[in-house]
């Protein structure tokens, strides 16, 4: 996106923000020096920085924002219950799967790929991302016994902003608090 920074001129300029810590030009000639990324999204009135889908979650659960309606999720009864729930996003052997596929059928080439990884190279790591839904105490208990992965999911893209990290990590395995 573009922001806007006054020129000695006294125009708005807009800058790319690729043009972040750098100088930039004016049409009347005056090379401007832009100010860094994070304080041209505090001057535009922004976080500093562009935080993730989880991180925001995360900032709405410890807001007490999620979950959000008085409704629960599944029956549509007006509650005052949450049922937690754990998004766990990320493991090693998901981001790695292409690669554990292919070492089942040529194990040469699970040997190339070690001597390819860097040894700091983490294997991938757990993003675990609490998920709280609105929801009666008589539909979570019945959740909780059954465990359906696809209804717990279906319940979970409802949500605009779960439905966001969802469509991020579409391996994504729920688990409810028990
Ligand atoms: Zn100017
Ligand atoms: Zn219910």
Redesign the pocket.
């Known amino acids: 996106m573009d922001f806007k920074i006054r ?5 708005n ?1 807009p800058v790319p923000s690729s043009a972040a810590g750098s100088q930039f030009r ?5 090379i401007l020096s832009v100010p860094k990324l994070s304080e041209l999204r505090i001057q535009a009135g922004k976080a500093p920085f562009e935080r993730t889908t989880a991180e925001r979650i995360g900032q709405m659960v410890a807001d007490n924002a999620l979950p959000d309606g008085n409704q629960c999720a599944s029956c549509g009864t007006v509650t005052g219950e949450a049922l937690k729930v754990l998004l766990v996003c990320e493991r090693p052997w998901q981001r790695h799967a292409g690669i554990w596929a292919k070492i089942a059928s040529h194990a040469f080439v699970f040997w190339e790929w070690l001597l390819s990884r860097h040894p700091e190279e983490p294997l991938g790591r757990e993003l675990v991302v609490p998920v709280p839904l609105r929801m009666c105490a008589a539909c979570a208990t019945d959740l909780k016994r059954r465990q359906p992965q696809h209804e717990i999911r279906r319940i979970l893209e409802d949500v605009p902003v779960y439905d966001e990290l969802l469509r991020q990590y579409p391996g994504a395995v729920a688990m409810l608090d028990v």
């Open positions: 020129c000695g001129c006294g125009r300029v004016c049409t009347c000639g005056q």
